[in-house]
């Protein structure tokens, strides 16, 4: 094999180590994120369950406001 060809061969297996390491860095990126929303998720299902419990115990008569809307 000529220098040329080797020096070809070599920038290219060069050039996709780069993009897996790039895609592999995304992936980490955007599993961080989804992470992040899924803690977040979790605690807005426990206020919304711990709201509707409390609704629960005050009785059916009382006015249920949930973010400043009124729930019928």
Known sequence: MSRSVL???????EE????KLQDREKV????GRVE?????????R???VGFDSAVQRQGGGMQ??????KIE
Do not use: M
Request: proline residues 0%; aromatic residues 16%.
């Open 16 to 19: 996709i180590e780069r993009k």
């Open 46 to 48: 426990e206020l919304l």
């Open 7 to 13: 020096f070809t061969f070599k920038a290219k297996e």
């Open 28 to 31: 980490q990126a955007q599993l």
């Open 64 to 69: 249920k406001y949930l973010f400043g809307y």
């Open 36 to 44: 992040e929303e899924t803690k977040r998720l979790a605690l807005i």
